[in-house]
């Protein structure tokens, strides 16, 4: 974060702790069957419960029950990040927003009440200590974040958590979670930018049928072996990705969100660890002692517009651009894929490509947009027409008969998006399911290839 934007919030930078951006989203499912870590839970939550009860003069059975499981999740969340680094914090957000709005996304136990009188009480006994407090600015913020407590950090010693290759093997996502995610137009944070929230939605058949299809997935995903085949460094997390980024260290189930307030915009796959790394150490995942390849569909979105279209779909549906660079330039590709995208949400003040000298081409970035407008002019009515989250809807529904194809022979499969990742010797299996699903949509035959 940059000091001059903290400094704006009162925020001094000199009294950040290291690494005070370096940090996890508090998960409300998190759960442990290590009794050594249950242990250790149990002898920090005992005080803050004593203040707790000490403080009220009726003491419901139930509220009782509400709080201690609360205090529970609490510590979980900061042990396991303390025991990844003893720097590292958690971000936990405490207003009624966070805690009343999303009751769908919490475990009934975290009323709103007895989550803030866990909080209180943790602080108060000295379990826990705020090292950053909330802020907003036009382009973000963050929630408070928290650590236990240096007195607290004792009793971790002599407490062993299993860690291999990076990943904290003892704690676990309840498999009670919401699977099934939507999320609304978000609040106005200036210049046109919002901030999405999980939102509450009404059930349908649809969204049960999503969820029992994930009730599929998620056991095969939970049962195997997933590593990355090499220790994994802050550095190797991939942060342009959205999401959640408390799954990195070892989510492996999946949950589906969907995007402005709508089941028909968004709906992709969110929440394993493989989707969170950088492109490079993709190739090393093994699955369950195999080797892996992965898949990807080839420009799917504009083979998509193609296919609604009644058109042939090119074997690289971007060529019409691509060739323009001779093929000896695969940034290139990477700035017309990014642009073609960013033109079907916006119009022509999009800002792609970025990150991408455009100079030894001799031309601007409107001039490279219209190049890429021109370039596709039986697709000129999906430019500016907000198709994206359409269109991952589409890919995210492809993406779920995929998995589920493998899920119900037992085979993990995982998807980073519109690509999958499989063990070596399903590679031809997976080709042709990626290309039946779509060909049984649309009666066409899009490009495939291996990464």
């Known amino acids: 974060m940059p000091d001059d934007i903290l400094r704006?919030?009162?925020?001094?930078?000199?009294?950040?702790?290291?690494?005070?951006?370096?940090?996890?989203?508090?998960?409300p499912w998190l759960e442990t069957d290590n009794p050594s870590i249950r242990a250790v839970v149990e002898k920090l939550a005992a005080p803050a419960m004593q203040l707790w009860t000490d403080s009220r003069q009726r003491r419901h059975k139930k509220v009782q029950s509400n709080v201690a499981s609360c205090l529970q999740v609490i510590l979980l969340n900061l042990i396991r990040a303390a025991k990844h680094d003893t720097r590292l914090l958690v971000g936990i957000g405490t207003g009624h927003e966070a805690l009343n709005s999303a009751k769908r996304y919490r475990p009934e136990f975290m009323a709103e009440r007895a989550f803030i009188d866990a909080m209180e009480a943790l602080e108060n006994a000295g379990i826990i200590a705020r090292t950053a407090a909330p802020f907003h600015y036009?382009?973000?913020?963050?929630?408070?974040?928290?650590?236990?407590?240096?007195?607290?950090?004792?009793?971790?010693?002599?407490?062993?958590?299993?860690?291999?290759?990076?990943?904290?093997?003892d704690f676990t996502t309840s498999p009670a979670r919401e699977t099934i995610r939507l999320k609304d137009k978000g609040v106005s944070k200036g210049k046109?930018?919002?901030?999405?929230r999980l939102c509450r939605y009404d059930d349908t058949e649809v969204t049960q049928q999503m969820r029992d299809n994930l009730s599929r997935i998620n056991p095969v995903l939970a049962g195997a072996a997933l590593i990355p085949g090499c220790n994994i460094s802050a550095g190797d997390y991939d942060d342009t990705r959205p999401g959640d980024y408390s799954q990195i260290e070892y989510g492996k189930t999946l949950y589906r969100v969907f995007n402005h307030g709508s089941f028909d915009l968004g709906g992709r796959f969110y929440g394993g660890w493989w989707q969170y790394v950088r492109k490079h150490i993709r190739p090393g995942i093994l699955i369950n002692g195999h080797r892996t390849i992965e898949a990807d569909y080839s420009g799917l979105h504009p083979a998509i517009l193609f296919a609604e279209r009644g058109l042939d779909i090119p074997l690289d549906p971007y060529s019409a651009v691509t060739d323009l660079s001779n093929g000896k330039d695969r940034d290139w590709r990477k700035a017309v894929?990014?642009?073609?995208n960013a033109l079907l949400n916006a119009d022509r003040r999009t800002q792609e490509p970025r990150d991408f000298d455009l100079s030894p081409y001799g031309i601007s970035k409107p001039e490279f947009q219209q190049m890429i407008r021109a370039a596709f002019p039986e697709l000129q009515d999906a430019f500016g027409s907000g198709a994206g989250r359409r269109l991952q809807r589409i890919d995210s529904d492809l993406m779920e008969a995929i998995l589920l194809h493998f899920a119900d022979q037992g085979i993990p499969a995982l998807p980073v998006h519109d690509s999958g990742i499989i063990q070596e010797d399903r590679r031809d299996e997976l080709l042709d399911v990626m290309q039946d699903v779509f060909k049984h949509r649309y009666g066409k035959t899009p490009p495939v290839r291996i990464e």
């Open 192 to 196: 046109g930018r919002r901030l999405p």
């Open 8 to 27: 704006q919030f009162g925020i001094d930078p000199a009294t950040l702790e290291p690494l005070g951006d370096y940090s996890w989203a508090f998960d």
């Open 138 to 169: 036009s382009r973000g913020g963050q929630v408070t974040r928290y650590r236990l407590t240096d007195a607290a950090m004792l009793e971790l010693t002599g407490h062993p958590i299993e860690k291999k290759a990076g990943f904290l093997q």
């Open 337 to 340: 894929k990014r642009t073609f």
